[in-house]
């Protein structure tokens, strides 16, 4: 979470609402996007399933207030997975209006689903500033803007 909210850190405010195509997401969405991933975690280990009709994606207006929901989120995230292990066993899974689109051991879930997201976004966000001359963190590694 600390690199995640290093990569936060860098946008700037007047920049929330670009985006590099007219299909991709803004900054805003995307930074907000990030902030929200470790909700998937207490979600995945505080219920059964997750009926994904009628979801709606956070909507912070500022950088301040997302970086503030990820350290939110972050720590039930790390609350909710204190739990015995036979609980990362059980089978979780995610439905829409009824139909299952995805089923597994919530350990699974957690690995696969969730984690993956966080180095994925972070690249995106990577890439948008790039794009927009921003300095990049450095992340496996050093970045060629912090040499």
Known sequence: MALTEKF??????????????????????????LAEIPTWITGTMQAGEWDVAGYKAP??????????????NT????????KENEEFEHTWK??????????????????????NQFPHHRAQL????????ISVPATYGPSADEQ
Request: glycine fraction near 4%; avoid cysteine; charge should be positive.
């Open 8 to 33: 936060l850190k860098r946008i700037p405010e007047d920049k929330l609402g670009w985006k590099p195509h007219e299909k991709s997401m803004t900054i805003k969405q995307l930074a907000n996007h």
């Open 59 to 72: 909507d912070q207006d500022t950088v301040e207030a997302i970086i503030k929901t990820l350290k939110e």
């Open 75 to 82: 720590a039930a995230a790390e609350e909710s997975l204190k």
């Open 94 to 115: 995610m439905t829409k209006e009824g139909e299952t689109l995805l089923k597994m051991p919530k350990f699974n879930v957690l690995q696969t689903m969730v984690m």
């Open 126 to 133: 990577g890439v948008y500033f790039r794009l927009l001359d």
